[in-house]
């Protein structure tokens, strides 16, 4: 082989080393993000994420809905309590201060007690209620909450609500 051969051989190897290297950064950010997609997980009913609804218009949605109706929606929040006694409901922050209160399908799935302050997608129903003192006590007494913050209870209460079939929580 001559100079010039050799020449255009190693022309050709460094090039398909680089071609080489390229790839296998290419396939290793493919097989990591499905690592990282791997790690979100499933309560209740799985789903995909069609049209995610911002906290600004769940809220206003809440604010004129009548008590009685619902609503089919996603949107993507952030848990401010979780129920201590079995994971059975949960507390999610809305804009404003305000907050909604979600229960889980036929209580079919329960949430784990440490995902408080994690964001979290919502798949289900959204309706506003009227909870009544006897259901405040009981959430209040669930969440840890002491005797006389419970015995401060005594109006029934407007509440925005949220029957989940399934939950989201991406990492």
């Known amino acids: 082989m001559s100079f010039a051969g050799i020449s255009t051989f190693l022309g050709f190897m460094k090039g398909f080393n680089i071609l080489l290297v390229f790839l296998f950064g290419f396939f290793t950010c493919l097989a990591q993000q499905e690592v990282d997609n791997s790690l979100s997980k499933f309560y209740g009913d799985e789903f995909k994420i069609t ?27 952030k848990v401010k309590e979780v129920c201590k006694v079995k994971g059975c409901w949960m507390i999610v922050e809305l804009p404003e201060g305000e907050q909604a209160m979600v229960r889980f399908k036929d209580y079919g799935f329960f949430m784990p007690a440490d995902i408080l302050e994690k964001e979290v997608v919502l798949n289900g129903l959204a309706f506003v209620e ?33 029957e989940a079939s399934g939950v989201l929580v991406p990492n």
């Open 51 to 77: 049209e995610l609804s911002s906290k600004d218009d769940v809220m206003k949605q809440f604010a004129s809905m009548p008590v009685a109706d619902s609503l089919n929606l996603q949107f993507k929040t």
């Open 130 to 162: 009227e909870m009544s003192v006897g259901d405040q006590q009981h959430y209040a007494k669930d969440g840890g909450k002491t005797e006389e913050e419970i015995a401060k209870i005594t109006t029934p209460k407007r509440t925005y609500s949220f």
